[in-house]
């Protein structure tokens, strides 16, 4: 799974294969911890990411959301900017 950006010690992460299915989504990993959240709500759909990170997450995604839906949609790897 490639990742997509990297920020204040979290990897995004995306799925880039035929077979993934399921409502467009990326992964979150902060150390132990792991979430995946839907590209379009920004809604953590599961895991157990710490709050603090939820938070910078969506921030991020806010922020590459378009990005990330394209990348979604046309199966193509892009690296992406943190959060700053």
């Known amino acids: 799974m490639p990742v997509v950006a990297r920020f204040y010690g979290i990897l995004i992460k995306m799925y880039f294969s035929q077979s993934e299915h399921g409502v467009p989504h990326f992964h979150a990993i902060y150390g132990e911890f792991n979430a995946v959240f839907a590209i379009e709500t920004l809604e953590m759909l599961e895991g157990d990411l710490p709050v603090r990170c939820q ?30």
């Not at 997450?57 to 900017?81: G, S």
Request: glycine share 4%.
């Open 55 to 84: 938070r910078l997450v969506k921030e991020w995604a806010t922020l590459c959301q378009k990005e990330l839906l394209d990348m979604w949609n046309r199966q193509e790897f892009r690296q992406l900017p943190g959060l700053e």
